[in-house]
């Protein structure tokens, strides 16, 4: 078996065994294993096809950390989603939750240390973090209120809109504060999911949390908008020796910053990808 499809096969196999051993510990009933399962399959999956894409023959040392990282978020999932009918083990969740957002500036350092800078790994790290953010928004929506829940749903909203709207698929350029915010959720969140607080101080957090993110969202879509092109890209006149028309510009997609410190790739030449990420 090539190294492409151990790696991720891999990171399934460490997933199943987390959901085995917090089975054992802590409990799981049939959804939270459904769960694990489900995100560790996505995972293996979507990695798999990056892999393959990106012409890639392995996972980088900073892909492997965030895989570690994800593996843990597969745990939280399932702890959350099995805890929906009564309360989830905050014993055990809120430290491996606390260990999951820790790594993310460990893959950063790592990435930097051995220069394994790559698109696949930025959007890895990005989904990771996106998806941990909307797992604690239901961990904490009974406490607080549904209204949490656009914490961890703004940024997928953000990317169904670029689905309908062209312009908002357009490159953003690095804010520091964006970074800030995006720390700042996981954060505030994990906070508030320790229910070590009174009622009122946890609904402030997570309303502080959720203006933050609104800001930084806001000011994005307003950039995009006032960016937007709305004239055609402009083609090169075909000589007698081809009849194929070529971009004067070539497609450069620049990567927007997100939470984790893990530099990103400056440019992406194959098919470009635009996902904000405050979250």
């Known amino acids: 078996m090539s190294r492409v499809r151990t790696g991720p096969v891999l990171g399934l196999t460490v997933q199943t065994v987390l959901l085995a051993g917090l089975a054992v510990t802590v409990g799981l009933d049939v959804a939270g294993w459904l769960a694990g399962l489900a995100y560790g399959v996505v995972t293996c999956v979507a990695l798999r096809r990056g892999l393959r894409r990106r012409d890639a023959d392995r ?8 895989l570690a990282r994800g593996v843990l978020v ?6 959350v989603v099995s805890g929906l009918g009564g309360s989830a083990p905050l014993g055990v969740l809120v430290p491996m939750t606390a260990v999951a957002l820790a790594l993310d500036a460990v893959d950063g350092w790592v990435a ?32 607080v209120g549904p209204w949490v829940l656009a914490i961890g749903g703004l940024r997928y909203a953000f990317v169904a809109a670029g689905w309908l709207l062209p312009w908002m698929r357009g490159s953003l350029p690095p804010r520091f504060w964006r970074k800030v915010v995006a720390a700042a959720q996981g954060v505030l969140l994990l906070v508030v999911a320790a229910d070590l607080l009174a009622r009122p101080v946890t609904a402030v957090l997570a309303a502080v949390a959720l203006a933050l993110l609104v800001e930084s969202f806001g000011h994005d879509v307003g950039w995009l ?23 004067l510009v070539p497609s450069v997609v620049v990567l927007p910053s997100v939470p984790s410190v893990r530099p990103r790739a400056e440019a992406v030449t194959d098919r470009p990808f635009v996902a904000h990420q405050p979250v």
């Open 59 to 66: 996972l980088g040392p900073a892909d492997q950390v965030t």
């Open 74 to 79: 597969g745990g939280v999932t399932a702890l």
């Open 112 to 143: 930097r240390r051995t220069r394994t800078v790559s698109a696949l790994g930025a959007r890895f790290d990005m989904e990771v973090d996106a998806f941990l953010i909307l797992v604690l928004s239901v961990q904490v929506a009974p406490a």
């Open 225 to 247: 908008w006032w960016h937007r092109s709305t004239r055609p890209a402009r083609t090169a006149v075909p000589t007698p020796a081809t009849s194929i028309s070529v971009p």
